[in-house]
């Protein structure tokens, strides 16, 4: 049998899995309409131990945001993942950070100077709708897990022929 | 037993055989560990108060910890317990050597470890005791350094009272998790003919020879058939006269389907892991700082409710949820088993899915902390030296547009490997594909909700 055979023959036996790529990488690569036009947003973002406020924000794909950036308590720092934005800033001072949202998804912000015990998880997060990563990861997840159970459903029990397979079955 | 789909390792690769038969082969690695250890111990006790300067909270929490849960146990199982530096102190005052064999039998007060604590309850309380302080724990280098006193401490004073490893056995909090988990490997030590074993008299296995002590895991190689108590300390395959212990290559977690075995203290196990995974997403990556604040002790009454809500959720509410949904599967599968032993079966679907929770979330851990390390090599007190040239390196995250394919992608693969176990668990009890097929779909359900909430977490 050549090697085009054979692959035929094994689509022929697992075509629900074939089915199932197909699905993952149309929802993988399914492009997400822009329902908002562009805006410009001004943000005051304070910073104290161990917290952000706002520790959550929500923009659109193409927002101008400005960002008034201060602290609280101590000196604090700014790092956005994904942007690389790094900004710092001690009490009773405003630092402007400004940037365009090209990127979807969600990226935490975290304090990048040494602030205290807990400097390491002062997170923030910043929401850059549609949030493509997160949906596409849903939709990935779903079509896997209809997959596996369509294929178990279609090849009627041959799937867990290796459920014994180094056991003693009860 | 079906032996098939397995690979001897010592047979491909006969030089290995020459290394793990060397008396070297353990000492080496604990040697080695037990240097970065004690000077994480140091450096705790005695070094900077800040946990992202210190070697002893960088090199423990972030580098060990990421190699640990991302390598090691998932493509090595327990290894790691074979260079473990913590019960190694204790074990070579039972020895009463380092290296080579003494003859005669361990030094110790040869008490009988209680029946009732043979098993991994210890185990699980000990890991949930230590996970209501980890905010505490992860960031103040000298209560991490007691910790991890206190640890080899308790190893030392076990191995006086008890023969053999039986901290690590009974009490080691990480022991239990890394034991469970290895359930996954794809790797195993065995023998490779269990009848050679059951004819051979002597059990050089288990009460050891001139070549090797018996197994400081208290495991008969014999009939061993999953990894979970066995510390790859290669002991076994020093003393067998026949050379019948092998190392195989296997199919990932193929013990997950040793149905005598399920046990309700693992099974509890699977249900820690897998709420701590989720609570610590919540705690430590999520934004919510006052959550932070709580779990930091900022006043005792707020730790006191994060503590119980914390315990609730591993001891209650978690396996309550998984019972109600075993009780839904039990019943569209007519499966006739009792239901506490039908949901330890099915807990066991949850190892898989709780390992790439723990590596998505150690993801993100370790690959924005991780530069911290490049610093504190250089520096590892925080008191100002420079090694290595490296104390000004600056923090910086790696990897952040990496980050949510690489967690998607390793908790869909753990999800689809959870559902698939189940299908098989519910086929041991069914013949009908069927009716296994509809047994396990309120398993599956559980498990893709899970998946979504840490989706949430992640990247929602």
Redesign the interface.
């Known amino acids: 049998m050549s090697r085009v055979q054979k692959s035929f023959a094994w689509m022929r036996q697992h075509w629900v899995i074939l089915i199932g790529i197909i699905l993952a990488i149309g929802v993988m690569t399914f492009p997400i309409p822009q329902i908002t036009d562009p805006q410009t947003r001004t943000i005051t973002l304070d910073a104290?131990q161990?917290?952000?406020a706002p520790?959550?924000i929500h923009i659109n794909k193409g927002d101008r945001v400005i960002i008034q950036f201060t602290a609280s308590d101590v000196v604090h720092g700014f790092?956005l993942?994904?942007y690389g934005i790094q900004e710092r800033v001690e009490p009773g001072i405003t630092k402007q950070i400004e940037f365009v949202a090209e990127h979807t998804?969600?990226?935490?912000y975290?304090c990048?100077v040494?602030c205290g015990?807990?400097?390491?998880?002062?997170?923030?997060?910043l929401v850059v709708g549609p949030?493509e990563?997160?949906w596409r990861?849903?939709a990935?997840?779903?079509v896997?897990?209809i997959t596996?159970?369509a294929y178990?459903?279609f090849s009627?029990?041959t799937?867990?022929e290796?459920?014994?397979?180094?056991?003693?079955?009860? | 037993m079906i032996r098939s789909q397995r690979i001897n390792v010592l047979q491909h690769v006969p030089f290995l055989r020459g290394i793990l038969k060397s008396r070297l082969f353990q000492p080496v690695l604990t040697i080695s560990t037990l240097f970065f250890f004690t000077l994480a111990i140091v450096t705790g006790l005695f070094g900077t108060p800040v946990g992202n300067r210190n070697f002893g909270i960088v090199f423990v929490w972030i580098v060990w910890w990421g190699l640990l849960i991302i390598l090691l146990v998932p493509f090595l199982g327990r290894l790691w317990c074979a260079a473990c530096p913590i019960p190694v102190p204790g074990e070579w005052l039972q020895r009463r050597g380092i290296i080579n064999r003494r003859k005669g039998r361990l030094s110790t007060l040869r008490w009988k470890f209680p029946k009732r604590l043979r098993n991994m309850w210890l185990q699980n309380f000990g890991f949930l005791g230590i996970a209501i302080f980890s905010a505490i724990i992860l960031t103040r280098p000298e209560v991490s350094a007691w910790l991890l006193l206190g640890f080899s401490l308790i190893g030392i004073v076990l191995s006086i009272l008890y023969e053999n490893r039986v901290f690590c056995r009974y009490v080691c909090p990480v022991g239990g998790f890394i034991g469970l988990y290895s359930l996954m490997a794809p790797i195993e030590v065995r023998v490779q003919d269990p009848a050679v074993c059951a004819t051979h008299t002597p059990k050089d296995c288990i009460i050891g020879n001139e070549y090797a002590y018996g197994c400081p895991w208290m495991v008969f190689p014999g009939t061993l058939e999953r990894n979970t108590y066995c510390g790859m300390c290669m002991e076994c395959i020093k003393a067998c006269p026949k050379n019948n212990v092998v190392i195989n290559l296997r199919p990932v977690g193929s013990d997950l389907m040793v149905a005598k075995e399920r046990r309700l203290d693992e099974a509890y196990k699977a249900f820690i892991m897998l709420a701590c995974a989720l609570l610590y997403s919540v705690v430590l990556l999520g934004p919510w700082g006052w959550l932070k604040q709580w779990a930091n002790m900022d006043t005792l009454p707020h730790w006191l409710a994060y503590a119980g809500v914390f315990l609730l959720a591993n001891l209650l509410l978690l396996p309550g949820l998984f019972t109600l949904t075993t009780l839904l599967s039990r019943r569209l599968g007519g499966i006739q088993l009792p239901l506490r032993q039908l949901v330890t079966d099915y807990a066991y679907t949850l190892v898989p899915l709780g390992l790439t929770a723990w590596i998505a979330f150690s993801f993100s851990l370790v690959f924005t902390n991780g530069s911290y390390a490049v610093a504190v090599l250089s520096d590892p007190f925080g008191w100002g030296w420079n090694l290595f040239g490296t104390t000004e390196s600056a923090w910086t995250p790696f990897g952040s547009s990496l980050m949510p394919f690489l967690q998607t992608g390793i908790l869909t693969a753990g999800m689809l490997f959870a559902v698939n176990t189940a299908y098989k668990i519910a086929g041991q009890y069914t013949p009908d594909p069927r009716r296994a097929l509809r047994g396990m779909l309120p398993i599956a359900g559980f498990i893709t909700s899970i998946t979504f909430v840490f989706l949430w977490l992640y990247l929602g």
Do not use: C
């Open positions: 104290r161990f917290e952000f520790h959550r790092y993942d994904g998804g969600k990226f935490r975290r990048s040494s015990s807990l400097h390491p998880f002062m997170i923030g997060e949030n990563p997160f990861a849903i990935f997840v779903i896997s897990v596996l159970i178990q459903f009627k029990g799937s867990y290796h459920a014994t397979l180094g056991t003693s079955p009860a």
